[in-house]
Structures are given as structure tokens and as C-alpha cells.
């Protein structure tokens, strides 16, 4: 760890000195660390990484090694130790994932048996669902961010191109270019095209083309974001396979927003993803009602989830709002 330090203050051209001052840390212990005579903190750790842009991981792990080989240091049993430590974070990781998913595991059947019966009926009502849905899930979400078209306007623009006396370009952008990413999101699912970066800033680009040209498409310009990022793809890669779809979805959408990637439209594409996932399995369209009430209640179990660090109080609304979505698509064919 010592040298990754040293190597990287000395690549930014740093002298102990500036880094010291730059991370709010004393000289003396920046020069300790890099002499490996002192162990820097966690929050030490996290601010060393930024400044000097090394892989947040990598130092973590370095950072690890070294606490544990001073804990251990040549013990006879240590091997044996280590050989246990690493099963029993194995089995606590797996208890925790059971744990979590048995809490939900009813409301789970029972979001299963509402999309096996919609899946089983025919292609026109199938059709039928889809159509009013994604129409509903454009009208929702673009009001949701201030939009002023009503319901009838969205669809007189994007199914009939029709431009409506008195309202803004930007609210008409809006509309076109939300169809047309649902519409891209929808292609990708077809193809069978999981999660993944070149798309994911395909679909921020097409989301606010003409809108906000300048910054549509790129992230942020900080290395911090670009490394949270590909933690975040290597995080999805690993749990698409074993996760639960809506779990996955979830966790997806409050990983987004903990990142914040874009300088705008980062709620937009946190729904945007959680739909990507769910659409993949088959889910109908998560939105959140156009009413007030709704809208305050989404943003307050956010808040809640990321106040108290507690991803379940946003999975169980995922789940509340899924069935209650699966719910009305039924309603729609028993109309």
C-alpha cells in the first residue's frame, strides 16, 4: 500500500506537503504512510483515493491485507484462520441475501402469480396492456419532472404528431424523446441485451437530445464517478444471475442515485434502469401515480431508505407498487 501511495502523489506531481494539505491530513502521517511506519483510517483511505485517483478497490484491498497480516502476523494457525474467516463471511453474506429475501418472499409469490396470469393471455390483450401502460408510464413520468402536457396531449403528439397550442417545445422534446427511449429500452430487451454502460449513457443521450445536447450522454466530469460507475456494472454483472429480478431492479435504482452520475436527469435514468431490469422478466412498467400524494410518498421512501441505510424500506414499495401495477393490467382485460 505504501507504494501505491507514494507512486501516485508522485505521478500528480505532488509534494507531501500539498497532498497533506489538499486531504486535511497532517504531514508527518502522510509521510508515515508512505513509509509504511503508520496505517492510515478508512475515511483516510477514501480521501487518499480521490485525490490521487487510484482505484478505490485496489487501495481497500491493500488496505485490508495490511490489517490483517498485522493482526496475524506469522502465526502457526494463521492460514487455517484466514481459511476459516473467508467461509464464514461466505455463509454470513448468503444468510443475509436469505434473510432478505425470505422477508419479501410472500409478496413476491404473489407479484408471480399476477404476471403468470397476465402472461397467459393472448397476443391482442397482451398488445391491449402494453399500449395503455407505456402510455401511462410516459404521461407519469415527464409530469413527475414537471411536464405539462395532459395524458390525450401525449398522445396526440407521439401517435399522431400533433404540436398543442400553448405548450412549450421542450415539454413537446420531452414526450417524443421518452417514447422513443422506452422504445430503445424495449429493442434492447428483445435482443436480449442486459444492463451495461455503452447503452446506459445511449439511453441518458437520447433521453435529453435537443434538451440538454451539451452534457446528454456523458457523465460528470470526475474520475470519483467514472470509478463508482464501473463498480457499479461489475456489481450488476455479479448479481443478475442470483438476484431476484425486483430486488435487482431496486437496488439498481438507489445505487444510481447514491452515484449520481449526470449532471442532470439521474432520477430519470434510476426509473428508466429499474424499468430496463424489470421489462427483461417480463414485469409491467413501474411508475409512480401522477397525483401529489404519489409523488411525495416515492420521494419520502428514498429518503427514508438512504437516511437510514436500509435498501429493504425501498424494496417493499418497489413491491407494493409492482403488484398494485400488476393488478391494474389485469383490470384492463377484465374491463
Do not use: C
Not at 427483461?280 to 438512504?306: A, C, M, P, R
Amino acid at each position: 500500500m505504501k507504494s501505491l501511495l507514494k507512486n501516485a502523489r508522485e505521478q500528480k506531481g505532488l509534494k507531501t506537503r500539498e497532498l497533506a494539505q489538499l486531504a486535511g491530513i497532517d504531514q508527518a502521517l502522510i509521510s508515515k504512510f508512505e513509509s509504511g511506519t503508520r496505517k492510515p483510517t478508512k475515511d483516510q483511505i477514501i480521501k487518499l483515493s480521490q485525490l490521487l485517483e487510484i482505484d478505490y478497490e485496489t487501495l481497500m484491498v491493500a488496505w485490508l491485507k495490511e490489517k490483517i497480516l498485522y493482526e496475524i502476523g506469522d502465526e502457526e494457525f494463521a492460514l487455517k484462520a484466514l481459511l476459516l474467516a473467508e467461509q464464514e463471511i461466505q455463509k454470513n453474506k448468503k444468510d443475509l441475501n436469505s434473510l432478505l429475501l425470505s422477508s419479501f418472499e410472500s409478496v413476491l409469490n404473489e407479484i408471480e402469480l399476477l404476471k403468470n396470469k397476465i402472461q397467459s393471455f393472448n397476443h391482442f390483450e397482451l398488445r391491449q396492456i402494453s399500449k395503455t401502460l407505456e402510455l401511462e408510464f410516459i404521461f407519469r413520468s415527464i409530469h413527475f419532472n414537471g411536464n405539462s402536457l395532459t395524458l390525450e396531449e401525449i398522445k396526440s403528439v407521439i401517435n399522431e404528431g400533433l404540436t398543442i397550442s400553448g405548450k412549450s417545445m421542450q415539454n413537446h422534446l420531452e414526450a417524443i424523446n421518452f417514447q422513443e427511449t422506452i422504445g430503445y429500452i424495449k429493442d434492447l430487451v428483445q435482443k436480449k441485451i442486459y444492463l451495461n454502460e455503452k447503452d446506459f449513457l445511449g439511453i441518458h443521450n437520447l433521453l435529453f437530445r435537443g434538451i440538454g445536447s451539451e452534457n446528454a450522454g456523458k457523465y460528470k466530469n470526475d474520475s470519483l464517478i467514472l470509478r463508482e460507475m464501473n463498480l457499479f456494472f461489475n456489481w450488476y454483472e455479479l448479481h443478475k444471475n442470483n438476484l431476484n429480478p425486483i430486488i435487482l431492479a431496486s437496488e439498481a435504482h438507489l445505487k444510481i442515485l447514491e452515484i449520481n452520475p449526470f449532471e442532470y436527469g439521474n432520477l430519470q435514468m434510476a426509473n428508466l434502469i429499474l424499468n430496463w431490469i424489470l421489462h427483461q422478466y417480463h414485469y409491467v412498467f413501474f411508475s409512480v401515480e401522477e397525483n401529489q400524494k404519489s409523488k411525495d410518498e416515492y420521494l419520502s421512501v428514498l429518503d427514508e431508505s438512504q437516511i437510514k441505510n436500509d435498501k429493504s424500506i425501498f424494496i417493499n414499495y418497489i413491491l407494493r407498487i409492482e403488484k398494485e401495477n400488476l393488478n391494474r393490467a389485469i383490470q384492463l382485460i377484465a374491463k
